[in-house]
C-alpha cells in the first residue's frame, strides 16, 4: 500500500474549524483516499473517501490537491465529540476479475493517525 | 450502534490458553476483516474473507486462525495464548466486491483480551 503521512496531533478550539493535512506523494492513479476517526474506547469509524474531486458529507469535507499527492480532511465546526484519532488511508482498487480467477480482496492499512485534541 | 456485532466485549484468559472471538457482519456485507490493536501497534490488519473465502491476509500469526461460515458471521481463534496477544481486536465488514478502492468498512465495537 502507498503511504501516507499525518501529523502526530492538532488542536483545536470548539465550534472552530479543523484542517487535517495528509501526504500521499506515491499515491497511484487507483488509489481511493480514506479518512476513518477512532474515538476514546471505539471502534474506528468511516468519515469519507474520494478519488479526485473534492468530497462533503454530513460529517466532513476533503479537499484532494490537483495532483492528489496531499488532501485535507476539514470539520468544518469542531465540537467536544470530535476529538479522536484521525487516519488518512490510500485503498487501491485490487486486481480486475479475470475470468474464473477471483479477485484478491485489499486491506485497509492503518497508519499512526492524528490525535485531535478540541479545547472548549 | 455500527450494525457489526463482536462477541465477546472482554475476555479474559491465561497463557497457553485458546479463545474464539465472534463476529457478525452487518446485513448485506459480504466482507469481513479482523484488526488487531494494542497499545504499541497501532491497529494492525489480520485477514479479510469475502463470502466465506480469504481473500487477502496480513500480520496473522500461525497461532491464529480464521472462517466465514455460510450465514456469513466469522470466527477468529486464537490458540496458545501469550501475554502478547493483549489486544483489542476488531471486526469490520463491507458490502460489495472483495476488492474495490472505494469500499467502506463498518467496525464493531471489538472484543477486549486479556491474557495473563
Known amino acids: 500500500d502507498a503511504k501516507t503521512t499525518q501529523p502526530n496531533s492538532m488542536e483545536s478550539n470548539e465550534e472552530e474549524p479543523v484542517h487535517l493535512p495528509c501526504n500521499h506523494s506515491t499515491i497511484s492513479g487507483t488509489d481511493y483516499i480514506h479518512w476513518y476517526r477512532q474515538l476514546p474506547s471505539q471502534g474506528p469509524e468511516y468519515v469519507i473517501h474520494?478519488?479526485?474531486s473534492n468530497v462533503n458529507n454530513r460529517m466532513a469535507s476533503l479537499a484532494i490537491a490537483e495532483d492528489r499527492k496531499s488532501s485535507t480532511l476539514i470539520l468544518h465546526r469542531a465540537t467536544l465529540r470530535d476529538a479522536a484519532v484521525y487516519y488518512c488511508i490510500l485503498r487501491d482498487v485490487g486486481p480486475p476479475a479475470q475470468g474464473l480467477v477471483k479477485a484478491a480482496g485489499n486491506k485497509l492499512t492503518f497508519g499512526g493517525g492524528t490525535r485531535v485534541l478540541v479545547k472548549p | 450502534d455500527s450494525g457489526v456485532t463482536q462477541t465477546p466485549k472482554h475476555l479474559i484468559t491465561a497463557t497457553g490458553q485458546r479463545v474464539t472471538l465472534r463476529c457478525s457482519p452487518r446485513?448485506?456485507?459480504?466482507?469481513v476483516y479482523w484488526y488487531q490493536q494494542s497499545l504499541d501497534q497501532g491497529l494492525q490488519f489480520l485477514i479479510q474473507?469475502?463470502?466465506?473465502?480469504?481473500?487477502a491476509k496480513g500480520n496473522i500469526l500461525e497461532r491464529f486462525s480464521a472462517q466465514q461460515f455460510p450465514d456469513l458471521h466469522s470466527e477468529l481463534n486464537l490458540s496458545s495464548l501469550e501475554l502478547g496477544d493483549s489486544a483489542l481486536y476488531f471486526c469490520?465488514?463491507?458490502?460489495?466486491?472483495?476488492?474495490?478502492?472505494?469500499?467502506?468498512?463498518?467496525f464493531g465495537a471489538g472484543s477486549r483480551l486479556t491474557v495473563l
Open positions: 469490520a465488514s463491507s458490502v460489495g466486491r472483495a476488492s474495490s478502492g472505494a469500499n467502506v468498512l463498518t
Open positions: 446485513s448485506g456485507d459480504l466482507s
Open positions: 474473507y469475502y463470502n466465506g473465502e480469504e481473500r
Open positions: 474520494g478519488l479526485t
